[in-house]
């Protein structure tokens, strides 16, 4: 596993590959993109999820081959600071994961 840089909040390549995937298969309209989202945002199953909103100005953008895989807030970045947003198998099959260090 990797460890995240400190301080930073990190994607993994494989979960930027497959966010990209998500976004294509989904056709979004111009101007709508995958948002990695906490509470009280996110108010689905889990700590954490992937809804589609559009970019505000204090986004972070993160991207894989030049366009953008997902977006997060400055403050849910910073809040998550020492993490890494990774696409795995895990003992629920395959999903994202928040690894927090």
Known sequence: MTTPKPNTFQVTDE???????????RGLDPGRYLRLAIPPTWTGDGDFGIVIDS?????????WEGRPAVL????VAD???RSILDFKETSAGQGFTLDVF
């Open 79 to 81: 809040q998550l600071a």
């Open 55 to 63: 970019r505000g100005p204090g986004d972070i953008s993160v991207a």
């Open 72 to 75: 997060v807030e400055r403050e």
């Open 15 to 25: 979960a930027k590959r497959q966010l990209r995937e998500i976004a294509n298969d």
